[in-house]
Structures are given as structure tokens and as C-alpha cells.
């Protein structure tokens, strides 16, 4: 049974950082890849970005690109965001997702991924 809990949001201001954790559990974590979603109120859930099953490659939506950056620690299993230049625009829920398939390409459908609960980030002006 796929588990993933996030942790590290928060209140931030513009321009500020943070940083999000997410432990997962219950699939062998190391052969998926691992990406976060964010969903701000009123809208549909959006690719943030994912990194591969090796941790070697990255990919991020161009919204967060220069700014966000996603590392994995295969050891831990454990997967995380690292929000910088923060705006209110990057207000939103943030979830941790993991691939439904084993060794698979990152692509930004939500319907291919498994997602923790949540953790809400607020940036202030």
C-alpha cells in the first residue's frame, strides 16, 4: 500500500523559501518516479515537477523552473521540494506523487501518479 506523507509547508513571503519532505513508504521506492502536484484554490491540480527513479534527471513545469528544485534520497525514501523566490502565485496545496509504474518516463498527467494528503504552502506579499 502506497504512503506518502508530506511535511514543511507553511507561511512564507515573497521572495522567501521552503522546503518540502515527503516520506513514502509501501512500494519499493527506488524503482519510481517521484514528483509533486499543487492545487490552488479553484483550480485543477498541476505538474510542479518529478525527478527520475535514479534521482539523474529532473523536470519542472516552466512556472517553477530556476526556482524550485526536486532531489530524492533512495536510501531514506525520501523525496523533496526546495521552493525558492517564492510569490503568491505558488500558494497552493502541495502534493507528493508517486508513479503508478515501476521504472517509468515522468510525464504530467495527474492520473498517473499516487499523492499523499497534502501539506498547504501560503506566500504572503
Known amino acids: 500500500q502506497v504512503q506518502l506523507v508530506e511535511s514543511g509547508g507553511g507561511l512564507a513571503q515573497a521572495g522567501g523559501s521552503l522546503r518540502l519532505s515527503c516520506a513514502a513508504s509501501?512500494?519499493?521506492?527506488?524503482?519510481?518516479?517521484m514528483g509533486w502536484f499543487r492545487q490552488a484554490a479553484g483550480k485543477e491540480r498541476e505538474f510542479v515537477g518529478a525527478i527520475s527513479w535514479s534521482g539523474r534527471t529532473t523536470y519542472y513545469a516552466d512556472s517553477v523552473k530556476g526556482r524550485f528544485t526536486i532531489s530524492r534520497d533512495n536510501a531514506k525514501n525520501m523525496v523533496y521540494l526546495q521552493m525558492g523566490s517564492l510569490s503568491p502565485e505558488d500558494t497552493a496545496a502541495y502534493y507528493c506523487?508517486?508513479?503508478?509504474?515501476?521504472?517509468?518516463?515522468?510525464?504530467?498527467?495527474?492520473?498517473?501518479?499516487?499523492y499523499g494528503q497534502g501539506t498547504q504552502v501560503t506566500v504572503s506579499s
Open positions: 509501501g512500494f519499493t521506492f527506488s524503482s519510481y518516479v
Open positions: 506523487a508517486a508513479s503508478r509504474t515501476p521504472y517509468g518516463i515522468v510525464v504530467h498527467s495527474t492520473e498517473a501518479y499516487y
